[in-house]
């Protein structure tokens, strides 16, 4: 258990469908990323909320909608997606300070959510 | 622009067995570097987190170095074990942002 929680484990959705991913962490962090881990493909970063605000969206198309409502919980929200959008989800965290990210300090992942887009 | 690259793509070796993982880059001015490992269908465990000040860090049968200047890291597992079978990604930081970038991965088997 690494203190970072997502829900579901797998989602199977339709390209009309609208869903949405949760993740949690209980390690009084407050940084939270999005990652996407494709077949084949090294995991690309998505988003990055520190401390509630939104500091990275790293060219994601617009039918991924992310959302921060505290330093706890983060939400991805998705709509209209394509078969080419599946793939395992991946959120972490980490105690991301003002003056930035300590050199020592590391990221901690959720188990994933492994989405199937038909 | 950096790029992290792990070769060999998969491993099979039999119980027992010394072995290292490699990871390059192409820009040595990292940050750190670290090292995870991921089970099936799994989220990313950290085992090492070398410091750019620092040549190597060691946990339990895990050994990780870096050489700057060559831009290469290694993990060294000893005596390996059935249960170290995962898949090894490295990932470089530049510097002190979130970003890290990472290698596509080492696919480890180790046979009983």
């Known amino acids: 258990e690494t203190g970072v929680t997502q829900t579901p484990r797998h989602l199977v959705m339709g390209m009309t469908n609208k869903k949405s991913l949760k993740c949690e962490q209980h390690l009084g962090h407050n940084a939270m990323y999005w990652y996407k881990q494709s077949a084949k493909k090294p995991l690309e970063l998505m988003f990055v909320?520190?401390?509630?605000?939104?500091?990275e969206n790293n060219s994601v198309p617009s039918r991924f909608s992310p959302e921060c409502p505290n330093s706890s919980h983060l939400f991805l929200h998705l709509h209209t997606l394509q078969p080419e959008d599946s793939a395992l989800y991946l959120c972490a965290s980490s105690q991301f300070r003002d003056r930035g990210f300590q050199a020592n300090e590391k990221l901690f992942f959720g188990s994933g959510t492994q989405l199937s887009v038909l | 622009k950096q790029e992290v690259t792990q070769i060999p793509a998969a491993l099979s070796v039999p119980e027992g067995e010394n072995l290292v993982l490699n990871c390059s880059f192409t820009?040595?001015?990292?940050?750190?570097l670290q090292w995870f490992r991921q089970d099936p269908g799994k989220g990313l465990t950290s085992l090492l987190l070398?410091?750019?000040?620092?040549r190597e860090q060691t946990s339990g049968r895990l050994n990780a170095s870096l050489d700057k200047s060559s831009g290469r890291s290694t993990l060294y597992i000893a005596a390996s074990q059935p249960g170290d079978s995962a898949t090894y990604l490295c990932?470089?930081?530049?510097?002190?942002?979130?970003?890290?970038?990472f290698g596509s991965g080492t696919r480890l088997l180790v046979r009983p």
């Open positions: 070398i410091q750019s000040s620092q």
């Open positions: 909320y520190n401390f509630k605000e939104q500091t």
């Open positions: 990932a470089s930081r530049m510097d002190s942002s979130y970003k890290l970038i």
């Open positions: 820009d040595s001015a990292i940050y750190n």
